[in-house]
């Protein structure tokens, strides 16, 4: 079964590299995009399984023994990773399909949006630091020229904050896989597991520990370096914005996560505090941010923010619980979110804008439509028996466990928050009467379809990872066990190595 380590970045490759050679051909890029990002969600689920029944699986690349060779690594934490951008990469190429205009169609967006997608997985993959540094400037390319495809004047207003900031993280990000190669004599990262804690320089792994903490905290939009994504992912197209909020920041994330469990567990006390207290500033500029916009792609960008606060309060609290519920709200803001913005797209299909003061009235034109902003919303905001809620009270119980009462009660605050953001949505988009006097549009047959579909299936697991909250936190929990205990990972990368 170690073939499938591979597939979840040749599926998506092939189809990129077939839709650039059916480049003047729209509707076959368009099947190709599809069929690439439903092969890639096939093979992620057959990987998912075939770790929870097996265990974790690595292969070595050329057979070059480890670590010497570029390692693929899949436990139950990059396995779930892999599977959920498997899902959202299907999701969003279906919504593109209504909502993509030709001209960027033309200009190859199924291709870049695959190699998006291609470059996700190998990041999620990936065993060692270097190759991890390389997914990453994939996945700047491709969703640069994302942002920027159409040339409109706000996208590439955007897309220069984006990018410099991106670059000047990337280059830290190399600057400190550097000094740790010359340090450690290895970028493997099972091996780095083992050689870190032999070196007795606990003072220099902490400097390295902060270095990558800025890299990987720009690219997940930590506090105080998230002020481009506000600025940047309400400019393109809907689908774009969707799946940059859905995986962009989370391999930050998840680069976090893996660091600061695997390689730099020497000074937790330090470390894992600091963690702690930019969960918490994370967590309450983002949704001042929400709270202050009155346009709603721009309100959905800043709670992007907050979120990937609570994800840094579980890795910061580095309990058991703690990560398993990291893992879980990962997973719910991801699907939870995308279907918020999937849903903005559909208002402004019907009502030809975004700002909040223009729209109104579409509780009582379109209840369907009410209804998935709504569920969504709450279980942003963690109202039961939503799957927001679930994740929500693990990091809160992980908290006061732990004996974290200032931060756990920052969460909550945070909470309370944005539900009085989703409720702004909700009493000008919705409840109110309109003012404009446009007429609201209405949406047959297959544009319908379409523009429906994949709102309603995210808002279907929204709902669906809330019933099944207990054997979903069982998965969580294994897989927070094998990030605690990495003695598996390590002992299947280096086997006889060791």
């Not at 597939?7 to 076959?28: D, E, K, T, Y």
């Not at 991106?166 to 780095?192: E, K, M, P, Q, R």
Request: positive net charge; glycine residues 8%; without cysteine.
């Amino acid at each position: 079964m170690h073939h499938l380590l591979v597939l979840p970045i040749l599926v998506p490759l092939i189809a990129a590299g077939a839709a650039l050679l059916a480049w003047r051909q729209r509707r076959m890029q368009r099947w190709l995009g599809l069929a690439g990002a439903a092969g890639l969600l096939a093979v992620a689920v057959m990987l998912l399984v075939s770790v929870a029944n097996n265990g974790i699986l690595a292969l070595q690349i050329g057979d070059w023994p480890a670590p010497f060779g570029i390692t693929l690594v899949a436990d139950l934490f990059s396995a779930v990773m892999v599977t959920v951008t498997g899902l959202m990469g299907a999701v969003v190429m279906v919504y593109s399909l209504v909502s993509m205009d030709p001209a960027r169609e033309s200009f190859g967006y199924y291709p870049l949006l695959l190699i998006l997608l291609m470059g996700v997985s190998g990041a999620f993959l990936t065993g060692d630091l270097f190759n991890l540094y390389v997914w990453f400037e994939v996945l700047l390319i491709a969703s640069f020229v994302l942002l920027v495809l159409g040339g409109e004047r706000a996208q590439l207003a955007g897309a220069i904050k984006y990018f410099t900031l991106n670059l000047i993280a990337s280059a830290l990000f190399l600057s400190a896989v550097g000094i740790l190669y010359s340090v450690a004599g290895t970028l493997n990262l099972a091996d780095l597991a083992v050689q870190l804690p032999r070196l007795g320089q606990p003072g220099l792994i902490t400097v390295l520990a902060m270095l990558f903490l800025v890299a990987f905290g720009i690219k997940a939009a930590i506090f105080p370096l998230f002020f481009w994504l506000p600025d940047s992912y309400h400019t393109p197209p809907l689908p774009v914005t969707t799946i940059f909020a859905a995986l962009l920041t989370k391999v930050g994330v998840y680069a976090l996560v893996r660091t600061f469990t695997l390689l730099f567990t020497q000074d937790i006390a330090y470390t894992h505090t600091l963690l702690l207290v930019l969960a918490g500033l994370t967590m309450v500029t983002g949704v001042l941010g929400a709270v202050a916009q009155m346009e709603m792609r721009r309100l959905l960008s800043f709670h992007i923010i907050s979120q990937i606060g609570y994800l840094l309060l579980g890795l910061g609290l580095y309990t058991p619980l703690a990560l398993a519920a990291t893992l879980v709200f990962m997973v719910h803001v991801i699907i939870t979110k995308s279907a918020l913005f999937l849903v903005s797209g559909i208002v402004h299909r019907l009502q030809g804008t975004y700002h909040l003061k223009q729209l109104g009235g579409l509780y009582q034109s379109h209840l369907g439509v009410a209804l998935l902003f709504l569920l969504p919303a709450l279980s942003l905001a963690g109202l039961p028996p939503l799957s927001g809620f679930w994740a929500k009270f693990a990091l809160v119980r992980a908290g006061l466990e732990a004996g974290q009462y200032a931060i756990t009660a920052v969460g909550l605050g945070v909470s309370v928050l944005t539900l009085f953001s989703m409720t702004k949505i909700w009493t000008e988009a919705f409840w109110k009467p309109r003012t404009v006097q446009e007429p609201v549009r209405v949406l047959q047959g297959r544009e319908r379809l379409l523009y429906f579909l994949p709102a309603l299936t995210l808002v279907g697991l929204t709902v669906l990872l809330g019933v099944l909250a207990e054997p979903i936190f069982t998965l969580a929990t294994a897989a927070a066990q094998q990030l605690i205990d990495p003695s598996a990972y390590i002992q299947t990368v280096l086997g006889g190595a060791l």
